[in-house]
């Protein structure tokens, strides 16, 4: 059993920051790629930003240059730090991250529960 469980979200005027973490545990071999999703109403869940194993990232040009995506793979979390919020920026947000369970298995895709960022004066 994997669980990824995200938290930080909340309420934050347009300007603002919020930090999001994402902890994944359970029955884990190798955590490989990580990235943070969002989903607006009525739109299609997009990518935010994503890293690689060994650190290397890739943002949306919607959030290049204020957010800003880091992992710790001691504690198997990955963060968003999302400074500069507009009110677009106002979605669930969703952790992502491919794992293998075992040395001999494959690697799947699993998902956070999403957590709610709301962008409003």
């Known amino acids: 059993q994997v669980q990824l469980v995200e938290s930080g979200g909340g309420l934050v005027q347009p300007g603002g920051s919020l930090r999001l973490s994402c902890a994944a545990s359970g029955s884990i071999f190798g955590i490989y790629a990580m990235g943070w999703y969002r989903?607006?109403?009525?739109k299609q869940r997009e990518l935010v930003a994503a890293i690689?194993?060994?650190?290397?990232?890739?943002?949306?040009?919607?959030v290049k240059g204020r957010f800003t995506i880091s992992r710790d793979?001691?504690?198997?979390?990955?963060?968003?730090?999302?400074?500069?919020?507009?009110?677009?920026?106002?979605?669930v947000y969703y952790c992502n991250a491919q794992i293998r369970k075992s040395a001999w298995g494959y690697e799947y895709d699993y998902w956070g529960q999403g957590t709610q960022v709301t962008v409003s004066s």
């Open 52 to 62: 690689s194993t060994g650190g290397s990232t890739n943002d949306a040009d919607s």
């Open 73 to 91: 793979n001691a504690k198997n979390t990955v963060y968003l730090q999302m400074d500069s919020l507009k009110p677009e920026d106002t979605a």
């Open 39 to 42: 989903q607006a109403p009525g």
